[in-house]
């Protein structure tokens, strides 16, 4: 079984290219920050690990995702190996994405960019206790629900 299941970081604005050929195909390239569990001193908290979409999910990520998003994707690993200019075996491994998902709010993200917007939009909420964009919602009785 090969199944690979990451939630982490855009650690930049995707790369997507098309194919050449008369249906042309996306593919796009990103690498997300997977932070690590645990940690020894002097290791790296997270792992940087490539992902690629191909098609509709390439073009899917051309259109929704950003620097700095945390997303969650499922897909299999996958290694490729080639020969460098000077006669080397060289290998990479990625992810090839088969489905992807938002892992935060849309205003999560624009929180991170600009801090402030947060606080001002809880003041601007009827209840008090709103939190990460959450309201708490009020006593409820199963009689009340629609389903």
Not at 10 to 28: C, F, M, N, W
Not at 50 to 55: P, Q, R, T
Request: overall charge neutral; glycine content about 6%.
């Amino acid at each position: 079984m090969n199944k690979v299941i990451l939630m982490g970081r855009l650690v930049r604005d995707p790369e997507v290219k098309y194919s050449q050929g008369s249906t042309p195909v996306a593919i796009a390239r990103y690498t997300l920050a997977v932070s690590r569990r645990f940690k020894r001193d002097g290791e790296p908290e997270a792992d940087f690990i490539s992902c690629v979409a191909l098609g509709k999910s390439g073009e899917f990520v051309e259109k929704f995702f950003k620097k700095g998003q945390m997303v969650s994707v499922v897909g299999r690993l996958q290694v490729r190996s080639w020969d460098d200019n000077d006669g080397r075996k060289r290998y990479s491994t990625e992810v090839v994405v088969e489905e992807h998902y938002f892992a935060e709010s849309k205003n999560s993200n624009a929180n991170m960019n600009n801090p402030s917007s947060s606080q001002s939009k809880a003041a601007q909420t009827p209840h008090s206790e709103a939190i990460d964009g959450f309201i708490p919602m009020p006593n409820v009785e199963d009689d009340d629900l629609p389903f």
